[in-house]
């Protein structure tokens, strides 16, 4: 049986998840206004470029980054990620339950 502490943890973890994406997104250069300069996003759309004789490809992983950067996530990565963060909880909550005893 699953205890009330890991569903709240599982819970608790997906919401913060959903709510810090954006954030994540930001710190690592990710914006409205583009990919800052010298950020980790620009690290990445670098090499991402160097990777592809020149240009970000279309649907790749650097391009959905800055999208959801400039635009905010849509309704399935919010989905994706509050089910990884909620994944992540539960399994947290659950493998310290078995230390409390």
Do not use: D, E, H, Y
């Amino acid at each position: 049986m699953v205890s009330v502490s890991v569903i709240a943890m599982a819970v608790g973890t997906g919401t913060v998840a959903v709510f810090m994406a954006p954030c994540a997104l930001g710190a690592m250069g990710f914006g409205a206004g583009g990919v800052a300069a010298g950020s980790t996003a620009a690290g990445m759309m670098s090499s991402a470029a160097v990777a592809n004789g020149g240009g970000v490809a279309a649907g790749s992983l650097v391009a959905a980054l800055q999208s959801a950067g400039a635009a905010g996530l849509t309704s399935v990565a919010t989905a994706v990620v509050g089910s990884v963060g909620a994944a992540a909880g539960g399994a947290v909550g659950w493998v310290s339950s078995k230390f409390r005893g």
